[in-house]
């Protein structure tokens, strides 16, 4: 199977070109996503080695990978984020339960969930199926599968694993240890409207259950 990493990318100037040059020789083709930067990540990225899609502005992380999803040719898609805090040396071991045919989606499970407001949504997600780490930035997945998906919402958080399930698509997870980069991180206020996008499968649940005690 060959393999596509799709990297949606913000002014991430700093960490692109490492990022790019350590997915080279990993993967059959890197495509990063440039979420309209202001600064020369898209230039930086080119430079080392990965196919650029450049958004015209700044559309969110969904709208980037759903763009990027669409332009891979090859069999798996693995998704990462563009500051090189995945450890990209466990890309062989999340692609691996996909060639051997026990999943169609891997996820790599953090070490750690920094934001709470994310273990919330995981957390909420679960009450409706076995999603995992629903909001790891690193995943493998089957292409055709991943081309199916309508990716819709303010982050991946809960709805994108849910997505899967409700497709018939089965997930396994593969432990991954986060590198620490230094980064800020500001408050993820998208989390909040990310909540109204997983409040219709909650309903659901809440729904299925009320007509199972009938």
Not at 64 to 83: F, K, N, Q, S
Not at 193 to 202: A, I, N, S, T
């Amino acid at each position: 199977m060959h393999i596509a990493a799709v990297v949606p990318a913000f002014n991430e100037a700093q960490r692109i070109g490492a990022v790019v040059a350590a997915l080279v020789p990993r993967v059959d083709e890197v495509i990063v996503v440039d979420d309209g930067s202001r600064d020369d990540t898209a230039a930086i990225a080119e430079a080392a080695g990965a196919r650029v899609l450049r958004q015209a502005s700044n559309q969110g992380y969904i709208a980037a990978l759903r763009r990027g999803i669409a332009a891979a040719r090859a069999e798996v898609i693995v998704t990462l984020d563009a500051d090189g805090e995945m450890p990209l040396d466990s890309i062989a071991a999340l692609v691996a339960p996909i060639r051997e045919g026990r999943a169609d989606m891997v996820q790599g499970r953090r070490n750690r969930v920094p934001r709470p407001s994310e273990r919330l949504l995981t957390w909420l997600a679960a009450l409706r199926g076995a999603v995992g780490d629903s909001g790891t930035g690193m995943r493998a997945i089957r292409r055709d599968l991943a081309q199916r998906l309508e990716l819709r919402g303010a982050c991946i958080c809960g709805t994108l694993a849910l997505e899967v399930l409700a497709k018939g698509g089965r997930i396994a997870e593969v432990p991954i240890h986060l590198h620490r980069v230094n980064k800020p991180r500001r408050i993820a206020w998208f989390h909040l409207r990310q909540f109204f996008y997983l409040l219709p499968w909650l309903l659901r649940t809440h729904k299925n259950s009320s007509n199972e005690r009938v």
